[in-house]
Nanobody, 114 residues
């Protein structure tokens, strides 16, 4: 089992920045993919960014050039968000894949005011 807890969400004005962090605990060995997803009201959950253990990254087109995913020691995951836009408002979820199972955090709210 892997437990994930996100932090760093909040209210920010458009153009501002936030840094989300996700701390993983439990059986963190053999985590091979870490990532962030988000879900806005009335919309489906969507991928924001992923980071594999080989260092490869994948970003949603809407956040490319503005968001950066990184990892501390291969288990804690960070998402640096800059030039935030109102459409970035959502609950952001940390996720990891360990072997073939996905684990999710409870989410953290990010609200961007115009």
């Amino acid at each position: 089992q892997v437990q994930l807890v996100e932090s760093g969400g909040g209210l920010v004005q458009a153009g501002g920045s936030l840094r989300l962090s996700c701390v993983a605990s439990g059986d963190t060995a053999m985590i091979n993919i870490m990532g962030w997803y988000r879900q806005a009201p009335g919309k489906q959950r969507e991928m924001v960014a992923t980071l594999a253990t080989d260092g490869s990254t994948n970003y949603a087109d809407s956040v490319k050039g503005r968001f950066t995913i990184s990892s501390d020691r291969g288990k804690n995951t960070n998402l640096q968000m800059t030039n935030l836009k109102p459409e970035d408002t959502a609950v952001y979820y940390c996720t990891v894949r360990r072997l073939v199972r996905d684990y999710w955090g409870p989410g953290t709210q990010v609200t961007v005011s115009s």
